[in-house]
T-cell receptor, first 114, second 111 residues
Framework: DSGVTQTPKHLITATGQRVTLRCSPRSGDLSVYWYQQSLDQGLQFLIQ???????AKGNILERFSAQQFPDLHSELNLSSLELGDSALYFC?????????????FGPGTRLTVL | TQLLEQSPQFLSIQEGENLTVYCNSS?????LQWYRQEPGEGPVLLVT?????EVKKLKRLTFQFGDARKDSSLHITAAQPGDTGLYLCAGAGNTGNQFYFGTGTSLTVIP
């Protein structure tokens, strides 16, 4: 158990819909990262937040958005869903925002868009 | 865009054999991490290397960071079935805030 929690574990929805994925980082960790993992694209970095502020952006679509709240939990919002958005979405946390800090990954949310 | 290429993509070996997984890039990374991921779970960090030429050992696993900090290797000695999983390398960009994951190596160790 990494100490990072993600809900829900599974999500099945239809094209065009909007969903929210939730992540609670390890106690004391200020930084949260979101990743998308699919069979053809591998693990792709989406976005990072540090203590409530956006720190880095990766290959995140405009239909996707995220935020980190004062209690440090984070939400990833996916809208106008397409079939290609079906993937595993992982959240990771680390103590600080630098590359030398370990990232601890949550168990992931499996999103299926029908 | 995949900045890190791993080879081989798939590897199936007998218990007790040795193996090496490679992670290559044309980009320089400020640090590089190796993870192992099991089906249905998130990646678990194995090691972080930060200095060019650095070698780290974790029991039967040996990790090396290339002198130019563009590549890395993972060597497993006397593989065991418990080593089965997806091995991922991840490089940190110059800002240190964005991690680029490799294409992954799926290892199966047959008892």
């Amino acid at each position: 158990d990494s100490g990072v929690t993600q809900t829900p574990k599974h999500l099945i929805t239809a094209t065009g819909q909007r969903v929210t994925l939730r992540c609670s980082p390890r106690s004391g960790d200020l930084s949260v990262y979101w990743y998308q993992q699919s069979l053809d694209q591998g693990l792709q970095f989406l976005i990072q937040y540090y203590n409530g502020e956006e720190r880095a952006k990766g290959n995140i679509l405009e239909r996707f958005s995220a935020q980190q709240f004062p209690d440090l939990h984070s939400e990833l919002n996916l809208s106008s869903l397409e079939l290609g958005d079906s993937a595993l979405y992982f959240c990771a946390s680390s103590a600080l925002g630098s590359s030398y800090n370990e990232q601890f990954f949550g168990p992931g949310t499996r999103l299926t868009v029908l | 865009t995949q900045l890190l290429e791993q080879s081989p993509q798939f590897l199936s070996i007998q218990e007790g054999e040795n193996l090496t997984v490679y992670c290559n890039s044309s980009s320089v990374f400020s640090s590089l991490q190796w993870y192992r991921q099991e089906p249905g779970e998130g990646p678990v960090l194995l090691v972080t290397v930060v200095t060019g030429g650095e070698v780290k050992k974790l029991k039967r696993l040996t990790f090396q960071f290339g002198d130019a900090r563009k590549d890395s290797s993972l060597h497993i000695t006397a593989a065991q079935p418990g080593d089965t999983g997806l091995y991922l390398c991840a490089g940190a960009g110059n800002t240190g805030n964005q991690f680029y994951f490799g294409t992954g190596t799926s290892l199966t160790v047959i008892p």
